[in-house]
């Protein structure tokens, strides 16, 4: 092996190349095609005039030539990754959104199977609108729901029956409504907007149905997306084989072999999550770098041995080499078959990278190594960078890079040190185990920071889970589950392989303190931890790595600002189409109302306000729920199995099922009142004789709880789903001017009347609406209202989540513009 040299200057190169991705990724809003065209001409001359003006002028350039070259390699870097953008807009003509559209496509990928319908990708051929025939120009890539249900659901969803199977590569004329791609935006929470962009979908919208609309025509079966096909005809031939004597893991088998993450029960993810093998149990970057991984070290045992078994040729070439390019095949087949998700393919390219180079018969330095895989992926994959799972894929081949150094030394121990009684294959045989354990000991532990920085939670019991898990998922339950969709019968051993797999999990999650879940740091305290985790799987001294430590102590003990003495914040988060307040004083927190419920298998408690709360290591005191309405109880079941110690407040009917749930219950009526840290509570509404049935209510919005708080100088009112009669009489009963309204059932027709704004006076105004909501909250005459009232209103589609405080109270921070970048949608 040749040391290379002229490498050594590479690292800064390609750590220009990754800032440069970097800088881009925080752009606003993107500028023209011909600003990035210029700036990458103007970048490229320039840096081949570098190139030929530095031969033999070394000294006389100095040494600026090589920050010029790394700064022109930044901002090279910075045009290629504009370019990427600009090919990926699809923008959607906002005079399409909500219109009904005849759409002519084909189906694009294997459809996830909903509660209640699917979900799918779908190549749009033709589009033409209802009303005239004329042919519109949509984004090529759509995603599409096809729900239906039998009869009303309580949210107020009018469903048509459960629809029929949609198969991948079928063709398919339908009638929909499309929107621009539009999701919730929370401090830190999921981007939904971002995930669309990366996969190329430019438009979401819904399949109508029923007796106004013709039924969805299945056209032809054509050869589109053979994978695809193949995919989904394995998926439901295995959920039809393993249902129902092993129903409790059969998703588990299903995603193992084809990616479908959906299939896995929302329950065992909770478990898998709390015991550290959520990365086992589906098709990701982790999971496709491990499988690569134990394939190469399987496969250069193989190659080692077929040389005693007489085979000549395996004296040509080298095992580890072997090993390595017969991982990466595996792998590449392994992440076609699941899908050929974009995380899988960022993979599959940084394990390319490296096994090239390691084929290269040079000695490359694994930080190299690692610099140049990163900005390959980057080039391919810009949007890499603010993946979790980009991080997660990136330290486990640099662990495994790391290993395979120490790897042959255990190796080489095993073999020749130990007892001159036991045999040599017994020793390297163990040696081989024992190092098997270490790595993946090494793994689990370099992995846990980054799991606190990205998910806020460390499972204590990750490492003895994953000591058991990592070779039985892999060495058992994989590849039996793999060679059932050849032999189904196998798939059923791999079930009952799962099966005391997930018990001892299950055992371990009910541990206490099976997992710790601690408030996300800043930026910089994260990155602090990050070069913790790098040193600590490098082969850097042990005293190198014990310093490292302390590097951690920020990121673990850090805890989020909280509002003064005597002042509040509110936190009006972005569920959709429902209510979800978070009230904090500088030692309590409330909760008002928890969101709407999605879906049988989603809400906002799951999807929003858990990892709201765990990302502040927030401990509610009261979870006060306004009425029984789904869009504001939707979430509660979810965050009160995560904040066991908070009360329970409401107006719901002593059969509800949530009471049972909470440590302490209590009706809201008028007259309750306490203080919190100066701060003052009150219940406006309803009153103990509309509890008590002894008046006439016909909706449950009427017994909506109605909360003051009040620190003496600002105050606020959260006012639920009440209507004109409630509104009536809370003026009645006597109302103190407010500066901040959360405004009635979402801004609907039936709510805000005058005399009620009038009483109240605020200053602003802010509503809980989804985007494009088919209610059409808030509705356009209680717009005018507010605005003829100069009252500044805020809706949640435009700002997203909002922050507001007392001691700012004319500020109020918006999510959707704090964050704002180039692939968010900026509503009309």
């Not at 805020?794 to 922050?803: E, F, K, L, Q, Y």
Request: hydrophobic letters at 50%.
């Amino acid at each position: 092996m040749h040391n290379l040299r002229w490498a050594r200057g590479l690292s800064p190169v390609l750590l220009a190349w990754c800032a440069g991705v970097a800088v881009q990724l925080q752009q606003v809003a993107l500028w023209s095609a011909s600003s990035y065209a210029v700036t990458f001409a103007a970048t490229f001359a320039a840096l081949a005039g570098l190139a030929l003006r530095g031969r033999g002028h070394s000294r006389r350039f100095g040494a600026w030539r090589p920050m010029a070259v790394c700064g022109a390699v930044g901002v090279l870097a910075f045009a290629v990754t504009a370019g990427h953008a600009l090919l990926k807009v699809q923008a959607i003509d906002p005079a399409l959104e909500g219109q009904d559209l005849v759409l002519v496509g084909v189906v694009q990928a294997m459809p996830q199977r909903q509660d209640i319908g699917w979900r799918f990708r779908f190549e749009v051929e033709t589009a033409h609108r209802v009303q005239g025939g004329q042919a519109v120009r949509v984004p090529r890539h759509v995603y599409l729901g096809w729900y239906g249900q039998d009869g009303v659901s309580d949210s107020g969803w009018n469903l048509s029956a459960l629809p029929e199977p949609v198969q991948a590569g079928e063709r398919w004329r339908l009638r929909a409504r499309l929107k621009a791609p539009h999701g919730n935006m929370n401090p830190r929470g999921f981007d939904y907007e971002l995930w669309l962009w990366e996969q190329g979908l430019g438009a979401t919208g819904t399949v109508r149905t029923g007796a106004a609309h013709p039924p969805p025509e299945r056209l032809a079966q054509t050869w589109a997306h053979p994978v695809e096909w193949w995919r989904q005809s394995v998926r439901d031939r295995l959920q039809n084989r393993l249902a129902p004597e092993h129903a409790s893991v059969a998703g588990i088998v299903v995603a193992l072999v084809t990616g479908d993450q959906a299939a896995i029960d929302r329950s065992h993810w909770d478990v898998f999550r709390a015991t550290g093998v959520a990365h086992l149990m589906s098709i990701s970057g982790l999971h496709v770098t491990m499988f690569a991984w134990l394939a190469a070290v399987a496969m250069a045992g193989c190659w080692r041995q077929s040389a005693r078994w007489g085979f000549k040729g395996a004296l040509r070439w080298p095992a580890p080499q072997v090993g390595a390019v017969a991982g990466l095949g595996l792998a590449v087949l392994y992440a076609v078959f699941s899908g050929w998700g974009v995380p899988a393919q960022r993979t599959v390219w940084m394990l390319g990278v490296v096994t090239l180079l390691r084929l290269s018969a040079r000695q490359w330095a694994a930080g190299q190594v690692c610099l140049l895989a990163a900005a390959v992926v980057l080039a391919l994959d810009p949007w890499a960078l603010l993946q979790p799972g980009f991080w997660l894929s990136f330290v486990a081949v640099a662990v495994l890079l790391w290993t395979d150094q120490r790897s042959a030394v255990v190796h080489r121990l095993g073999a020749k040190e130990g007892a001159p009684w036991c045999p040599a294959w017994v020793r390297s045989w163990v040696g081989r185990l024992w190092g098997l354990l270490r790595e993946q000991s090494v793994v689990t532990l370099a992995l846990a920071p980054l799991c606190l920085l990205f998910f806020g939670q460390v499972s204590l019991v990750g490492l003895l889970a994953n000591l058991v898990a990592i070779p039985w998922v892999s060495f058992v339950v994989t590849p039996l589950a793999m060679l059932g969709v050849l032999w189904p019968g196998l798939a059923v051993w791999a079930a009952w392989a799962l099966e005391p797999l997930t018990a001892l999990l299950v055992w371990l999650a009910a541990w206490p303190a099976a997992s710790v879940q601690l408030a996300l740091p800043p930026g910089g305290f994260a990155l602090l931890a990050l070069v913790a985790a790098l040193l600590w799987v490098s082969a850097w001294p042990r005293s190198w790595k014990l310093a490292s430590l302390t590097l951690l102590w920020p990121a673990l003990f850090w805890t989020a600002p909280r509002p003064a003495l005597g002042t509040y914040e509110l936190l009006i988060t972005d569920v959709g189409q429902g209510n979800a307040v978070l009230v904090r004083t500088a030692k309590h927190s409330l909760l008002y109302d928890a969101g709407p419920r999605y879906s049988a298998e989603s809400d906002a408690g799951h999807r929003v306000l858990v990892p709201l709360l765990s990302q502040t290591a927030e401990k509610l005191d009261v979870l006060m729920l306004s009425h029984r309405d789904s869009d504001h109880t939707g979430g509660a079941a979810a965050v009160l199995a995560m904040q066991p110690q908070a009360g329970l407040m409401s107006s719901l009917e002593a059969s509800h099922p949530l009471w049972g749930m909470a440590r302490t219950m209590q009706l809201c009526q008028r007259g309750q009142r306490w203080a919190w840290d100066g701060v003052q509570f009150e219940v406006l509404h309803p009153t103990a004789g509309a509890l008590d049935g002894a008046e006439p209510l016909a909706k449950p919005n009427a017994l909506s709880c109605v909360l003051r708080i009040s620190d003496g100088a600002r105050s606020v009112l959260l006012a639920g789903d009440i209507e004109a009669p409630q509104e009536r009489a809370l003026v009645a009963a006597g109302l103190d001017p407010v500066d901040l309204l959360l405004v009635p059932h979402h801004g609907s027709k039936t709510s805000s009347t005058p005399e009620f704004l009038a009483a109240l006076q605020p200053r602003l105004a802010l509503v809980q609406a989804g985007y494009r909501n088919r209610f059409g909250h808030p509705a356009p005459a209680v717009v005018a209202r507010y605005q003829a009232l100069h009252i500044r209103l805020i809706d949640s589609p435009h700002c997203g989540a909002a922050t507001w405080r007392s001691d700012a109270p004319e500020q109020v921070v918006c999510e959707r513009e704090r964050s704002r970048r180039y692939w968010h949608h900026a509503p009309p």
